[in-house]
């Protein structure tokens, strides 16, 4: 069994791996690894802590979803995150209280109940498949396809995983390559065929996201 140093070891030599292929293969990217440097995609164990954070943050600003954030993880000091138990345990009028709107509210409670009673299962999470994760976390009220692959790519650090409906990917691509509109999910799954992105699609998507 790899010890987690071994894991992280690996992990960066993929990306190095990434990094060469894709600017070999892509002349668009070349100029974009060059300029942007080391893919900086690490995986962690944070995993309940990112779910929370991604539910709290649909649909608002950065700033704002920090300012919940922050409040939120106010009432539970001085721990540094609340466990399942505790959010379960909090009033929902507690939650709102923080700026939290009911369905959110709501969508934490399911997500820490299901973590509590095992049908969410976070250990097991980076031993299974893209496609079992995504499977999995969409049944969570309140997480969908886009949420999944962001907690596939910045959590459990998968190195293939193409978010086609990302707005600023898809922004990345079209300024990157000259597009005269915001590209389709289709018409990226064709530059990532035809540019040789796979198997390294997050890190090309990485490298969208850092151009903007």
Do not use: N
């Not at 995983?161 to 922004?171: A, F, H, K, Q």
Request: with cysteine; charged share 20%; hydrophobic share 50%.
């Amino acid at each position: 069994m790899t010890s987690a140093k071994q894991r992280l070891a690996l992990h960066e030599a993929a990306l190095r791996a990434a990094e060469r292929r894709l600017a070999w293969r892509d002349p668009v990217l070349r100029p974009l690894v060059k300029l942007h440097g080391p893919c900086a995609l690490r995986p962690h164990a944070r995993h309940f802590e990112t779910l929370v954070g991604a539910i709290v943050s649909q649909q608002l600003s950065t700033k704002a979803a920090a300012t919940i954030l922050a409040r939120f993880k106010a009432l539970y000091a001085p721990a540094r995150f609340p466990s399942a138990s505790q959010i379960l345990a909090t009033p929902d009028a507690g939650l709102r209280g923080v700026g939290l709107s009911g369905a959110k509210a709501a969508y934490i409670k399911d997500l820490a109940a299901r973590t509590t009673d095992g049908r969410l299962r976070l250990a097991r999470l980076a031993r299974m498949s893209d496609a079992e994760v995504t499977e999995m976390l969409v049944e969570v009220q309140g997480i969908g396809v886009w949420t999944a692959q962001m907690f596939l790519i910045f959590s459990l650090g998968r190195l293939d995983v193409l978010p086609v409906g990302d707005l600023g990917v898809r922004r990345g691509i079209e300024r990157a390559y000259g597009l005269a509109a915001l590209p389709t999910a289709a018409e990226i799954e064709r530059i990532a065929t035809e540019r040789g992105w796979r198997p390294y699609c997050s890190v090309a998507a990485w490298y969208m996201w850092r151009s903007l």
